[in-house]
């Protein structure tokens, strides 16, 4: 019985016969759901592209299919019917226009999102999983007939520039225009027939179901108790239900990331990373040098990636080696911009500002105020009206709420940008020379520290801890953890992710002056946790948003070996001469040592709690290397050297005396 069913399912005559019947029963059904131009679109699809799309029809039930091939002329359509729709309303500037989300629909929904995997596949201790049958099993419960009465849109997608041999091919099914609007601007676009010829070439691609559901008279998803984000990481298919936010809708972003880094985990083990980073380049001395950084979501990182002069992305990065140069390189999944809108302003934000107020820039703004057909936001720079519309409905300035919500958001694309950079679009993308790991911490880390080695790189990225922020619904702004920033798109176990970045910094195809370095960085310290909090004085931040500038062209100068650092437990932090100059050359600001004492200080308790508290969290891990311990135990060792000598905080004065007292010539 066994060869038998062996013999059904190989190449055999009969085989072949049937797989060629269910091509053309599924083209038959798929073709009665289409006009001509879209008929003429499907042919140019391969088999292993139709048989998703059809899986996708029969189970959602629209009354019509539209194949978007990315051209003038589907885009103008999907435009079009965004509008006539109402996902989104025309505002005063051509090619601008708004989306509103349901008030309870705003951020990521971390409850419902779940891996659906096998019962021996393991999950990140920090997901939530759902045995494969049983999750599928809900989740095509839930899309049953979905779309009735609607028009699914499938669109061809690559994650990554064209031709690049680390894009994801990636398969969008929607029933929302704006979703595919979105899409637009954010990712690369192709036709059927060159998507289907890099599906053959790959081996693999990412499926993608969305649909919004039934929608209430406000035009917002009804049935959010249905709501769920899905991801199948055997199958590397997604099924998102019950919802418009981007960050639960628009799939190739956040949800495919998942898959890649499974992808990665599976097929690429120390030789690709896909990252939760921003990539960015700084001019210095003539040379542009690129940085990729990894901040939680709402912790700045968008903000950071415009301070440079080359701006590749601002979100997610494709990391790989290129083995005959020896370097590490970076594309962009993306081509375009996802970000939050609060604080975005002329002052701190010119070329953002030069996008979402140009007249011949294509715009869409989500859950934001609107009056007279223009958009207003907390933080823009300009006197709010008395009164408007927003997410939850008719708003005024008298009710005491915010304008807009605290997650609200643009779209746009990276080349109506005055910085971005061509090679965004460069298959071989750009060579990094630093990874930097930050987020909200409001108490414990220095502003910049360069981590002493490869293994050192690692544990930074990995004990990251952060306030939540409002791109999650129900964050509370305590503090969680939140390894290399991307512990939430990261599927496989903790355990494994930690021996494939050590295994990547390791790989011998590395040459070893290519190896970027790497940086914790902290711009998020508060004057009341270095004591600098007078009585009365409401609590704040040490620096401000413009210094990011200095801080990233430091980095750049360190990285080179151009400037002398101090050597700490931890790693390396630059001197308050350098940072001085820079200060006064980039943005004519007067540095204050005392500024400068509080930010790079080490304040010892707080650090040796952060390592005890890392220790106890990754001893709960399995298959965690033995190097990752031995780095943080040494930390320790080492902090508690410093305390029995010098007190309990250390400056940076105090540290080079130390270290000309005790390390040997």
């Not at 494994?496 to 998020?524: C, M, R, T």
């Not at 943005?587 to 952060?610: A, C, P, W």
């Given at each position: 019985m066994k060869n038998e069913n062996k013999k059904q399912d190989g190449n055999s005559p009969q085989s072949g016969k049937l797989d060629i019947l269910r091509l053309e029963m599924m083209k038959t059904f798929l073709v009665s759901l289409m006009d001509e131009s879209n008929c003429d679109k499907l042919m140019f699809c391969s088999p292993a592209v139709i048989a998703p799309i059809f899986n996708g029809a029969i189970r959602l039930d629209p009354s019509s299919i539209f194949i978007n091939t990315g051209s003038e002329e589907d885009i103008a359509y999907i435009r079009h019917q965004a509008l006539k729709n109402n996902e989104e309303s025309p505002l005063s500037f051509q090619g601008h226009t708004c989306h509103f989300d349901g008030p309870d629909d705003q951020g990521r929904d971390t409850a419902n999102t779940k891996y659906l995997a096998y019962d021996d596949t393991p999950i990140s201790s920090l997901q939530q999983k759902v045995e494969h049958r049983a999750g599928l099993l809900e989740v095509r419960g839930i899309m049953n007939g979905l779309m009735k009465d609607k028009e699914l849109i499938v669109s061809f997608i690559s994650r990554g520039p064209i031709g690049s041999p680390v894009a994801d091919p990636t398969l969008q099914i929607t029933d929302s225009y704006y979703v595919t609007h979105s899409e637009f601007l954010l990712y690369r676009m192709m036709d059927p027939d060159e998507f289907s010829r890099d599906v053959e070439k790959k081996g693999y691609l990412f499926i993608n179901y969305h649909s919004t559901g039934e929608i209430t008279s406000t035009n917002v998803s009804a049935n959010l108790q249905n709501r769920r984000i899905y991801m199948d990481v055997e199958r590397f298919r997604s099924y998102s239900t019950n919802n418009q936010y981007a960050g639960n809708s628009i799939a190739p972003k956040k949800i495919n990331h998942r898959f890649a880094n499974m992808n990665n985990l599976r097929n690429h083990f120390g030789t690709r990373l896909d990252e939760h980073m921003f990539v960015t380049g700084f001019e210095v001395d003539g040379n542009v040098v690129y940085f990729a950084g990894?901040?939680?979501?709402?912790?700045?990182?968008?903000?950071?990636?415009?301070?440079?002069?080359?701006?590749?992305?601002?979100?997610?990065?494709?990391?790989?080696?290129?083995?005959?140069?020896?370097?590490?390189?970076?594309?962009?999944?993306?081509?375009?911009?996802?970000?939050?809108?609060?604080?975005?302003?002329?002052?701190?934000?010119?070329?953002?500002?030069?996008?979402?107020?140009?007249?011949d820039t294509e715009v869409i703004f989500s859950n934001l105020l609107l009056h007279n057909r223009q958009p207003y936001w907390e933080g823009m720079g300009r006197e709010l009206p008395e009164k408007g519309k927003n997410f939850a409905g008719d708003w005024s300035k008298k009710s005491g709420k915010p304008a807009s919500h605290k997650n609200a958001r643009f779209t746009i694309s990276l080349d109506a940008l005055a910085n971005h950079d061509s090679a965004t679009e460069d298959i071989k993308g750009v060579k990094l020379s630093g990874l930097l790991f930050g987020g909200r911490d409001y108490t414990t880390m220095p502003t910049i520290v360069m981590a002493h080695d490869w293994m050192n790189t690692v544990v930074h990225g990995a004990i990251i801890r952060s306030a939540t922020t409002a791109t999650e619904i129900g964050a509370d702004g305590r503090e969680k953890r939140s390894p290399f920033a991307n512990e939430a798109f990261f599927p496989g176990p903790?355990?494994?992710?930690?021996?494939?970045?050590?295994?990547?910094?390791?790989?011998?195809?590395?040459?070893?002056?290519?190896?970027?370095?790497?940086?914790?960085?902290?711009?998020?310290?508060?004057?009341?946790?270095?004591?600098?909090?007078?009585?009365?004085?409401?609590?704040?931040?040490?620096?401000?948003?413009?210094?990011?500038?200095?801080?990233?062209?430091?980095?750049?100068?360190?990285?080179?070996?151009?400037?002398?650092?101090?050597?700490?437990?931890?790693?390396?932090?630059?001197?308050?001469?350098?940072?001085?100059?820079?200060?006064?050359?980039?943005?004519?600001?007067?540095?204050?040592?005392?500024?400068?004492?509080?930010?790079?200080?080490?304040?010892?308790?707080?650090?040796?709690?952060?390592?005890?508290?890392?220790?106890?969290?990754?001893?709960?891990?399995?298959?965690?290397?033995?190097e990752f311990f031995h780095t943080l135990d040494t930390w320790r060792r080492d902090l508690l050297a410093l305390k029995s000598t010098i007190g309990p905080v250390v400056t940076p004065a105090q540290m080079i005396e130390y270290v000309a007292a005790n390390m040997p010539e």
């Open positions: 990894a901040y939680p979501s709402g912790c700045g990182k968008t903000g950071t990636a415009m301070t440079g002069s080359s701006l590749v992305g601002d979100d997610l990065a494709k990391i790989f080696i290129d083995s005959k140069s020896g370097e590490v390189r970076a594309v962009n999944p993306e081509k375009g911009m996802f970000g939050i809108i609060e604080g975005v302003n002329r002052t701190d934000d010119p070329e953002t500002m030069d996008v979402l107020e140009g007249e903790l355990g494994q992710y930690i021996k494939h970045y050590k295994a990547f910094g390791e790989n011998q195809d590395i040459n070893e002056n290519n190896l970027p370095s790497g940086f914790q960085v902290n711009y998020w310290l508060h004057k009341s946790a270095r004591g600098t909090l007078a009585p009365g004085e409401k609590d704040g931040l040490v620096g401000e948003k413009r210094d990011t500038k200095v801080w990233m062209l430091i980095m750049a100068l360190m990285h080179q070996n151009k400037v002398e650092t101090i050597w700490t437990p931890i790693g390396c932090i630059p001197k308050y001469r350098d940072l001085k100059k820079l200060f006064t050359d980039v943005i004519g600001k007067d540095y204050e040592r005392e500024t400068y004492t509080q930010q790079f200080s080490l304040y010892i308790d707080n650090l040796v709690s952060r390592v005890d508290l890392s220790i106890e969290e990754f001893a709960k891990e399995k298959g965690m290397p033995s």
